[in-house]
């Protein structure tokens, strides 16, 4: 099995190690700079930090040392010196070790090649999207084809072996959840609400659009300013004439109130 869950392997679990990453017994000698680090984003922080700035692959790790003994050896589930086991959680395919990995529900997905937390039963592979997704969206969500391939709108760094929540959006665009709140709390109003991308409501505001019409309806536009205003939906992509009013315009089409005076 390319994955292997080893708790009951090998010999008891030596004291807790590892990084604030991830916890485990082993640390990775990097490829690229020969160097010995507890992960690789430990070795990407460090080697971002320095002239010669990169990352590491770890599919192309071929050896760790067992921080028990010490010994250098071929990546593997266990020391091949001492018999300690380096991990509660192994995959083969990601060299990837995490002793928490049982009770975070790690799981490897073929697909993704990628190792993923929260248990397979809970999540879907989307071919169109590329990448694993909740259960609960799979019959909701809107397919942009790899939409997890790409980085995020706000910070541009990559969001597939993002160790940081993404949050799917209404429209199907995918950005990190802090970078969200942060771009929530940097605009006002309906700006606020919007797709940084596509500019599609982030979600359905129904009860929003219901208190507007209420809004709307106590502050009628004085009569000189009364007048109709041609607008474009970035829900529906669809435009109308409507009439003006300072709190906004709703889409006679869709109810919404995410709109743009064209």
Same mark, same amino acid.
């Given at each position: 099995?390319?994955?292997?869950?080893?708790?009951?392997?090998?010999?008891?679990?030596?004291?807790?190690?590892?990084?604030?990453?991830?916890? *485990?017994?082993?640390?990775?000698?990097?490829?690229? %700079?020969?160097?010995?680090?507890?992960?690789?984003?430990?070795?990407?922080?460090?080697?971002?930090?320095?002239?010669?700035?990169? =990352?590491?692959?770890?599919?192309?790790?071929?050896?760790?040392?067992?921080?028990?003994?010490?010994?250098?050896?071929?990546?593997?589930?266990?020391?091949?010196?001492?018999?300690?086991? #380096?991990?509660?959680?192994? %995959?083969?395919?990601? &060299?990837?070790?995490?002793?928490?990995?049982?009770?975070?529900?790690?799981?490897?997905?073929?697909?993704?090649?990628?190792?993923?937390?929260?248990? *397979? =039963?809970? #999540?879907? $592979?989307?071919?169109?999207?590329?990448?694993?997704? /909740?259960?609960?969206? *799979?019959?909701?969500?809107? %397919? +942009?084809?790899?939409?997890?391939?790409?980085?995020? /709108?706000?910070?541009?760094?990559?969001?597939?072996?993002?160790?940081?929540? +993404?949050?799917?959006?209404?429209?199907? $665009?995918?950005?990190?959840?802090?970078? @969200?709140?942060?771009?929530?709390?940097? #605009?006002?109003? @309906?700006?606020?609400?919007? %797709?940084?991308?596509?500019?599609?409501?982030?979600?359905?505001?129904?009860?929003?659009?219901?208190?507007?019409?209420?809004?709307?309806?106590?502050?009628?536009?004085?009569?000189? #300013?009364?007048?109709?205003?041609?607008?474009?939906?970035?829900?529906?992509?669809?435009?109308?004439?409507?009439?003006?009013? +300072?709190?906004?315009?709703?889409?006679?089409?869709?109810?919404?109130? &995410?709109? *743009?005076?064209?």
């Amino acid at each position: 099995s390319e994955t292997v869950a080893l708790a009951a392997l090998g010999k008891p679990a030596a004291r807790s190690m590892g990084c604030r990453h991830y916890r *485990r017994r082993c640390k990775i000698v990097a490829p690229c %700079c020969d160097k010995a680090f507890w992960c690789r984003h430990c070795h990407n922080e460090a080697a971002g930090n320095s002239a010669a700035s990169h =990352e590491v692959d770890r599919t192309c790790i071929k050896e760790v040392i067992c921080q028990v003994c010490l010994e250098q050896q071929p990546a593997g589930p266990s020391c091949g010196s001492c018999g300690q086991v #380096f991990s509660s959680y192994y %995959c083969r395919q990601c &060299n990837f070790w995490d002793d928490e990995g049982i009770r975070k529900q790690v799981f490897h997905c073929g697909k993704c090649g990628i190792c993923r937390v929260g248990g *397979r =039963e809970n #999540f879907f $592979h989307c071919d169109n999207c590329g990448s694993c997704y /909740p259960q609960e969206i *799979r019959a909701s969500h809107t %397919c +942009v084809e790899n939409a997890m391939r790409r980085n995020c /709108p706000v910070c541009l760094q990559d969001l597939f072996q993002s160790t940081t929540q +993404v949050t799917i959006l209404q429209c199907g $665009h995918t950005i990190h959840q802090d970078c @969200l709140r942060d771009l929530q709390m940097s #605009f006002a109003g @309906l700006q606020s609400l919007r %797709c940084p991308i596509c500019s599609v409501s982030l979600y359905i505001y129904d009860e929003l659009w219901t208190e507007m019409d209420r809004q709307i309806a106590e502050t009628p536009m004085p009569d000189e #300013f009364r007048q109709l205003t041609s607008i474009m939906c970035n829900d529906c992509q669809q435009p109308s004439a409507v009439e003006y009013h +300072v709190l906004g315009q709703k889409c006679p089409l869709c109810r919404s109130y &995410n709109t *743009r005076r064209v």
